[in-house]
């Protein structure tokens, strides 16, 4: 599952399947629903955008 993938990865870089919600929390910062590619939805994960944009530009990284 991810939780253990998660303590496997030193690097916790996981692409991205898709965004399913979003919602603001009191700070005011945004968090996003998101679907991690090869996992099942039980395994989404709400992620601040902070991480959000990083598991981006990781997964950009990665592909160039």
Known sequence: DLAEDLERNDDNIF???KVVGKRMLES?????LVLWVGYPVEEA???TRY???LQ???SINIYQ
Do not use: K
Request: aromatic share 24%.
């Open 15 to 17: 692409d991205i399947e």
């Open 56 to 58: 981006l530009a990781s």
């Open 28 to 32: 005011e910062e945004w968090e996003y």
């Open 51 to 53: 991480l959000f944009i």
């Open 45 to 47: 994960s709400w992620i």
